[in-house]
């Protein structure tokens, strides 16, 4: 069966009272844009519905790809959901030709998948930002222990278990979304439709293997890899990659020779740790647990006290800002003095920052032209992103070892600042803190490599920084496995840059404001490329994007003046909003491109 593309898809929903059946009742909740609000994947788009009579939010499913018996699993999956009262799980009901979309497949009406919305964002995402709170991190680890021991007491598993399948609450508690792989106790004897992501499963997983304890091999090496990063964050810095945590599927396959697990040896000091370590080889050596007590799943709940000065957040909230102790200099507090909030732009001369100070917060000091020094006191453990951005007349700043962490382009567009050294205690730079900043940079932490001007992490599988100015042309080591936000950003002397094939995602704003790169390959290794990925990239004028590739971000080409040709073969499933901005293609590619993802990326948003 053929199915509509999610530009036909999204059509439909917008006048889902007219095109939906049984569901006609609800009706789409829409974006700032004032289209229907949605996420999509490799083989399905998601509709955020609402229930007006009731205020209840749903999600509707709208499948883009075909899968054999889809529709008899998802009954079975329903009839047994249905008995199951838990926050980890939401409930299904699958509804055949449910959803009128005019398209060009021979079908006119489509099934879709109803379930609870559930509001939060995905472990991937909720990790990619609290990693180094070793409190957030701590209680992370704590609830998925939970859940695990939960879900290996069911009759049921899910099929799939990854932090991107995994939703994180506002009150941090834990639900698992995207059914299609899972197993129920009515479909014993029958084939796997999936045997899971790589990264996540077991190496010996087959279509064979489809009962409930599928999930044990995941549940227990995402557990350790939470474990290992709550207690060391500098792990993932090192040893993580784009779409999965600490281990890959070599880890699995040569774990004597795996790097990861020797890495994790010195960690063994931890009760808990040693606990999660023997599940996960004893789930390697049998692909499951069965034998063992759901229990040992369960650590010991993270001490809030001890923890408490990790969970600072280096976001201003509102609150926080309505309730700030202003300083003689203008400077903003917050109420227990422990992150220094917002410097006015009026700040003149050289300041001081207050002792006591913990965090000094993203935006802090952003364009403040005038001072010329900012004494940073020992006190100060967390830098946030761009906390010091485009502060013009910044000469002088010395890092205190207390810092234990950086903020993305935290010193963006200092160009009075010469010299910049980063302490041995720093052991996380989130994306680049020091791009658009051309002064001398030192490193003193062992947490890092910094050779020939390139700053990478501790074993060279991430470009942190490139810092060469004068370079043409570069190709990235082999070593290299995944490429930093912003790591290349305003390297305008680079024209041409060879991406090697053990790279498999491109970051946010990656190669932005390049503006004299002409010539790049994107190897089939690449899955997703990120938001502003390519923006500004003036003497781009064709790029390939290869059949790996499922997912381009927002403004991801925009403002790429030279960029006329493009082929996006049919693996992408989504791009976001502003994505070709400005770019120079022919009427007939856009117009090819608009009917397949919308108009909204060619739109500036």
Known sequence: MQYPLI???????????????QLAYLTPVLDDHGEPYRSSGAFAVVFKMLDK???????LKCFTEEQEGRADAYRQIADELDMVDSPYITSVKYMEKELFVDSQCEEDEFPVLLMDWVEGETMETYISSNYCNQYAMSMLCYRFGKMAAWLRTQSFAHGDIKPDNIIVRPDGSLTL??????????????KSPTVGTKDFSHPLRTMDDFDETIDDFSLASIALSLKAISMKSTLLDIYGASDRLLFSENDYRNPSNSKVISALQELMCDKDFCTLYSLFMLALARKELSAYSFRLFIGEKPNITSLMDEDLSTKPTEEELKEAFVDEWGVKYSKDGRKLLRAPKVLIGAYSVKEGTRIICDLAFYFCDSPSEIVIPSS??????????????????????SVTSIGDRA???CSSLKYISIPKSVICLN??????????LECLSPNFVFEDDILFNKDKSRII?????????????????????????WCRSLSEIVISSSVTGIGKGVFSCCDSLSEIVIPSSVTSIGDSAFSCCDSLSEIVIPFSVTSIGKDAFSCCDSLSEIVIPSSVAS?????????KFPDNLKQELIFRFGDRIFKEI
């Open 7 to 21: 530009s036909e898809y999204v059509k439909a929903i917008q006048d889902a009272g007219d095109n939906l059946e």
């Open 53 to 59: 009579s009731t205020g209840k939010y749903y999600a």
């Open 177 to 190: 979304v995207d059914y299609d792989g899972m197993f129920v106790s009515s479909m014993k004897g029958c």
């Open 380 to 401: 100060v453990t967390s830098i946030g992103d761009w906390a010091f951005s485009f502060c013009r007349s910044l000469s002088e700043i010395v890092i205190p070892s």
């Open 411 to 413: 010193f963006c567009g």
């Open 431 to 440: 994306g680049n803190p020091f791009a658009k900043w051309n002064g001398k």
């Open 465 to 489: 920084s490139f810092r060469n100015q004068n370079i043409k042309s570069y190709v990235i080591p082999s070593t290299v496995t995944s490429i930093g936000d912003h790591a290349f950003s």
């Open 575 to 583: 791009i976001g909003d502003s994505a070709f901005y400005r770019c």
